[in-house]
Structures are given as C-alpha cells and as structure tokens.
C-alpha cells in the first residue's frame, strides 16, 4: 500500500532500520548522547534557544500542558477546523474559559480579525494557533499571527503537528512561546513521541502555576534536560532515535531549504495533478497546506467513496475529517513519498473518477 495519509504517515526505510534495533536504558551513556544530539539538532531546525523537551506523548499532550502550565484563567483560541476546536476542548477540559475567534472552514485565520478580537478580549494570557490546520487543508499566516499575540503582551502557542518539518518555522525571531508536534507527520517517524520547545517566559508561567498535575510539568522536564538526565520518564527510544536519522538526513542532504522545497515540489504536483483532473481544492485560495491537500469530492461521488476505491487500489489518502467527512477527501504529502508515486496515485485517481 502507498501512503498519502495525513499521519501516521509512511516513515523513511532508514528511520525504520534505526528503530529495529536492540533497546538500551533512557538512563545510559548511548540514550543521554542520542538525547542531547537530537536536541540540539531540533533547536537548530527551529532556529531557537528555547528548550525542547522530547514527551513520551502525542502533540495532544503538549496541549494539554500548554494550558496546565501557562494559563490560569484565559485563553483565545483561533478556530478554523477540527484541531483548533480540540485546542480549545483541552483548555475547557482544564476548568480554562476559552474566547473562541473562528472562521469558516477553508479560510485562514487572519490577523486583522486576531487583532480585533485581542481588542475586545483583553485579559486573555495566550493566544493558541493552529499553523496547518489538518483537517481542512489550510495553512494559517503565522508568522503574523504571533506577532499581533505578542503586541497585545499574550503567550503564542501554536500547534504545529502538521507543519513542523513541512515549511519554516522561526520560533525565536517570530517570538513562540511553545511549539510542537508529533513525531508521525512531517518527519516521518512511527508515532508516539511529541516534540516541542518551551520559551523562558512559558517557563516562568510553569513555576508558579498550581494543580498542573506531574506528567507534563514544564518545571520537572526543564530540570532534568539541565541536569542531563534526559527525560523524567521512560522515552521513546524507539522514536527518538528514527527521528534524530531524519534530521541527520535532513542535514546531509541539503539542509531544511532543501527538504522544505521538496514538499513544496510534492505538494504543487499534487495539486497541479488534481486541476488537470478538474478537482477543485477546499480552501480558500492563496491559503492551501504545503502538506496536504483537502479536495471537493465530485457531484457524483461521495469522498468517502473515492477514498474506499482508492483503498482496493493500492493507494490510501485521507478521509474527509468531521463535517467535511462525505464532502471531502485529503491527499497528504508527509513522510517517505517518491515523487513517481505522486504520477501513479493521481493516474490512478483518474481513472476511479472516470476522468
Ligand atoms: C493539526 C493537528 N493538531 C493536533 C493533532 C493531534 O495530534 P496527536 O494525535 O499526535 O495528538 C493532529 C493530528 O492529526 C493535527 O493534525
């Protein structure tokens, strides 16, 4: 089968060959070098001083510790699809009051509506955003985004799940307070491990933060990084160690420009293909994801359809997510994808619509 899923998504042959090998102690010599080395490559892809912390988690735990440790009370979240919605679940789940700024599915959040609305809501502490917003298909302006945040004086937490290691992110010089992702999108690596980097100021918040509970206390993980321990509980080894061969990778073979313009390349193939078939993409123009594409089903086909045919086919893309399940279907363009692969899938896609 060949993947175009929005994640977990196919993982480099290499990532797989790291991971196969024999378990070693989160406590010894080889794990605290793999550690620190992936740490310090991560902090260098995203370009920040900030720590990392490598949890033992999916990116949903980041949320979840963004709130427990950063927000007492307030939060604005920037809603334009299903993952900026669980955003806001997670802070709701914490006993938080959630301002919601929402726009119609398939157009970004922009920043003069963020700015309008840290106008009206002006004791929010932080702002989260949602960078590629998965579900949908778009990606969020967020390099303005932040920066409206941090005028107004609110933290900038931006989930960056499918995006990070898709397209650049500048956590220092755009001002992120936290960042993260997950290991089973643009990377390329088996799920289970989230990755994320922690601004000063967040932890700062974290210290004197009450009932932020144990698992993912900014404080705990801060002191173990500095002490070189590593992390407080058992890592994923397996992961971490797929995803510091990614970035080694990444670095031989051009460096992040170069692996940011190959998903650039795979995704205009995508969607060149997808017009040439007369599909048309979900949103709004000027605004499309450089890592998956979320396409119109046609009037005579359900999108969960074409995703079941494609299915017996030898290609599995993405159904539509949520309200956009039967409207919709998702082609990704994460992790290990051969550029011929593209040229088949979308023959293929053709033929099951007739086209
Ligand atoms: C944008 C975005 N945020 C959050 C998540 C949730 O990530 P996880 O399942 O790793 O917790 C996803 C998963 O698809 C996502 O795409």
């Keep these: 089968m060949k993947l175009f899923t929005v994640g977990p998504v196919a993982c480099y042959p290499e990532v797989l060959q790291e991971m196969g090998r024999q378990m070693y102690s989160h406590r010894s010599r080889e794990y605290i070098d793999l550690h620190y ?121 931006v989930d960056a799940v499918s995006s990070m290691g898709g397209t650049e992110i500048k956590v220092d010089e755009w001002g992120i307070d936290v960042c993260f992702t997950s290991s089973q999108k643009c990377f390329g690596v088996p799920p289970g491990l989230a990755m994320g980097s922690v601004s000063a100021e967040a932890l700062k918040r974290s210290e004197a933060a009450v009932n932020k509970g144990y698992y993912f206390d900014f404080k705990i993980w801060e002191k173990d990084q500095k002490r070189r321990v590593g992390t407080p509980v058992t890592s994923v080894i397996p992961q971490i160690a797929g995803l510091n061969r990614v970035l080694r990778m990444i670095e031989e073979k051009g460096g992040k420009a170069q692996y940011f313009d190959l998903y650039k390349k795979r995704n205009e193939r995508i969607r060149r293909g997808l017009e040439k078939i007369g599909l048309l993409t979900f949103p709004k123009r000027g605004f499309e994801s450089p890592t998956v594409s979320c396409v119109n089903a046609p009037q005579n086909m359900k999108g969960t359809e074409i995703y079941a045919k494609m299915r017996e086919s030898g290609y599995e893309l993405a159904q539509g997510y949520g309200t956009l399940r039967e409207k919709t279907f998702r082609i990704g363009n994460m992790g290990y994808i051969e550029l011929e692969d593209i040229d088949s899938m979308l023959t293929v896609l053709k033929d099951i619509l007739g086209r």
């Design 37 to 157: 080395d992936t740490v310090e490559r991560l902090k260098r892809f995203l370009e920040t001083e900030n720590e990392v912390f490598l949890f033992s988690s999916t990116g949903t735990g980041f949320m979840e510790a963004c709130i427990r440790n950063c927000v007492k009370e307030r939060i604005l979240c920037c809603i334009n699809g299903d993952f900026g919605q669980r955003f806001a679940e997670v802070a709701v789940s914490n006993g938080r009051i959630v301002e919601k700024l929402e726009s119609r599915l398939g157009d970004p959040i922009l920043p003069e509506v963020l700015e309008d609305a840290l106008k009206t809501h002006r004791e929010v502490e932080a702002v989260a955003i949602t960078h590629n917003e998965t579900s949908t298909g778009v990606i969020n302006p967020l390099k303005d985004l932040v920066s409206i945040a941090k005028e107004h004086g609110k933290m900038a937490f």
